[in-house]
């Protein structure tokens, strides 16, 4: 089994407002769950939306591949839609993740080259992201269970 990729937030005001509560000794767990919740939506929202921002095209000869197998026209990311349905959430009292079990998706969260040979550049698609929304919507949970 691969390690888990963890991927940070660089926002200071969210991360501040985490530290705030780590500090409290109480069951966070119904905030965690509710944080899991937004971090999922957020995933799925990149799913749906192709990006955001938008991901790279698809190669031509990817569309052409995909046309042969009877998947195109469809998504980026989704031919037959294993990634994201794989997309799981989970949460505890201290901490709230989303995530996959897929092998194949770090390539494409982070891109590089893939194939027999490594010949085939696969451009970086983030799809675990959270949007500026989701966020806003984390400090907006947090902040109301500090009370702040």
Known sequence: ?????E??????????????????????APLMKNIAGILEYS?????????????DKLSSATIKQR?????WPGKILQMQGELATSITSSYDSNSAAVGTNKVYAAIHQFGGSAGR???????????????DEEIGEIKRVVGRYLNL
């Open 43 to 55: 995933v799925e929202e990149n799913f749906e939306e192709e990006g955001r921002p938008k991901w």
């Open 7 to 28: 991927i940070k937030i660089d926002d200071d005001e969210l991360n501040n407002l985490l530290n705030k509560l780590s500090s409290k000794a109480v069951n966070a």
């Open 1 to 5: 089994m691969s390690e888990p990729i």
């Open 117 to 131: 040979t490594k010949k085939v550049r696969i451009p970086v698609r983030p799809f675990l992201r959270l949007g």
């Open 67 to 71: 046309s042969k197998k009877g998947y």
